[in-house]
């Protein structure tokens, strides 16, 4: 009942708690896998950032406008579900790392990784022609394909026009190849599209594109802002590399082995939408009778006639979230040793614990 | 049979041919209207730009690639139709306002005028469920929505890198916003699709937005990178925002009045997709009783049993096509007013051309 009544909370986009809808949630989540320790790391951060991550979402909400523009409330829809918000909190942890900087700079960068994130959801829900997203209706279900296509191009350039506001030319560069990188990483994902192709090197390449690249940004774009060398400055990028990673293998794994009323997504959606994860990957290499399986589910699972609870059991016992859980935890394990060049601070140690919270989250 | 021997060559998109595919058809269309004067001023243009235009072609060209990349290709397939790339000329003519400057940055800032042009257009296409563009299929038909809005997608990001390596901060601001100010009017005609409402304020924003803020950035860019000043900067804008009104009502015209083979397009193919255009907005105001017929045909004209051909006839008795004629002469003249503040010189006088030929156009 109890666990009920918080899973709730989470799912709710009350405005009152919405600073906490990243904290809070991975905090209680540890509590309840008696992860004391992250819990309390998480607490400590929480109360650290409270105004920063306040602003986030005040800067969020006033996107939120009285419109009838399709596109702006296709965006207000998806960024008014609770989201994870990791990639500006990746922004302003990192930019506690140097000497005080302008509020303002940092909350733009925050808000803009936030927002580049958005903008390409609302693509790729069209793309994936998806109908739930973060638990409720996707906005092309609700307002249409053509609202998402305007709205996620209107995330975008908001999330361009605050990096440009930033005033650092090396970031506003950055965050075009990041972005010209996800459409790539989208559209090689669209070239597999019901196709189930177990190769490495293009998981690889999705995960970089999809999620690595914009992680690698939001570190180092906090970073910048706080002023640190480059040298530290292409650390934080290469542990943003690597926190990506573990962050997608999480992802990965929640399609397979997560609570739907905790995930806000149906389980195997991933593979139903063609999507190569790398539990998946592991399994076939395991287990080869799987293959021809996963092929026809990815090519039509409606029409594969396939039970897909059994079909999970026997992807399960090749030991695959075991193994995937291991190569997150060996990722996250990367991306904290990328930060030793950094001199130890209470941000740094912030750092590790969104690391490790990363990896322990269970939506 | 010359003319149809002409028309084909306008259609047909020969790379050899391809720096003349704008000067050129203007040309031919110029003299066989007896437009003698403007005819031989876009001959002469036409050498003094070759280089340039020439230029354009080759970078328009090398983003084709041997690739997989269904994005890319949708992206290709719009660029390799021949288009009227009247946004990079007057960026390059507007170069020549000033002194010599970087051929490289000019032509950097003319291929990223015509690359968020075409990016708009794949993800109107997909919008529009628009089935031809250019006298051929368009992309989404081709390589599917979801190729469309990545195709888009990675031309805008092309665009974006072109304008941020010119080094020029003021640029980078100004296009974020004209994207943005085009991405609202295009949901604002999303707003009014399938409704035929004939508000002059709808069509000035959405003209101000589809238009006239990227032809005003073209020669305000161009300008800048002429080492030109503020106030002729200025001149430049508001001279970009009349021709970009004249160049839409011609559009308009070509809609309901041109030769379907010569524009590439359907007849009253506005009207179908449920846009608003001047001289339907014209027609209704001198004849009421087309308002029931054109809002029944933007609703879904395929069950309207309406004759397309007996409605233009009515719509074109008003005397809306001189009307909106006159309109687009008076908008020409004073985008060529707004340039008295420059010196006279020969791009000045370009200018002019380009801005008589935008009316005179057939296509």
Redesign the interface.
């Known amino acids: 009942m109890r666990e009920a009544i918080q899973l709730q909370l989470v799912n709710q986009s009350d405005p009152e708690q919405s600073h906490d809808s990243v904290l809070t949630p991975l905090s209680e989540v540890s509590k309840q896998r008696g992860l004391i320790d992250i819990a309390n790391r998480l607490d400590r951060i929480r109360s650290w950032l409270e105004a920063d991550l306040d602003d986030l979402e005040s800067a969020l909400e006033s996107t939120r406008q009285n419109t009838?523009?399709?596109?702006?409330l296709a965006a207000q829809h998806l960024l008014e579900q609770p989201g994870k918000r990791i990639r500006p909190l990746c922004v302003f942890v990192a930019s506690r790392l140097g000497r005080a900087v302008a509020p303002q700079v940092v909350r733009d960068l925050a808000v803009a990784a936030e927002l580049a994130h958005a903008a390409t959801l609302l693509?790729d829900d069209?793309?994936d022609q998806g109908a739930e997203r973060r638990g409720a209706p996707t906005a092309r279900v609700v307002f249409g394909?053509?609202?998402s296509?305007?709205g996620?191009?209107?995330l975008?350039?908001?999330a361009?026009?605050r990096v440009?506001?930033s005033?650092e030319?090396r970031l506003?560069?950055r965050i075009?190849?990041v972005?010209?990188a996800m459409?790539?990483a989208?559209?090689?994902q669209?070239?597999y599209r019901g196709r189930f192709v177990p190769e490495e090197s293009v998981y690889q390449r999705v995960v970089l594109g999809k999620t690595s690249v914009l992680f690698s940004w939001a570190l180092m774009a906090g970073g910048m802002a706080a002023g640190l060398k480059d040298l530290e400055l292409n650390a934080l990028e290469r542990s943003g590399d690597r926190l990506g990673l573990a962050f997608q293998l999480v992802d990965d794994l929640l399609d397979l082995a997560g609570d739907p009323a905790v995930t806000g997504k149906d389980s195997l959606l991933d593979l139903r939408e063609g999507k190569l994860t790398w539990p998946l990957l592991v399994a076939c290499e395991r287990d080869a009778s799987l293959l021809p399986d996963l092929q026809r589910v990815a090519a039509d699972w409606s029409s594969a006639e396939i039970s897909l609870p059994a079909l999970r059991n026997r992807i399960v016992a090749t030991g695959c979230i075991e193994l995937t859980r291991q190569r997150a935890l060996d990722a996250a394990a990367e991306a904290k040793s990328n930060l030793s060049v950094l001199q130890r601070s209470a941000a740094r140690d912030a750092l590790d614990t969104v690391i490790d919270a990363a990896v322990e989250r269970a939506r």
């Open positions: 009838s523009d399709l596109g702006r693509h069209v793309i394909n053509s609202a296509v305007l996620g191009d209107h975008l350039i908001e361009l026009r440009n506001r005033g030319p506003m560069t075009i190849d972005i010209g459409v790539s989208e559209a090689l669209l070239e």
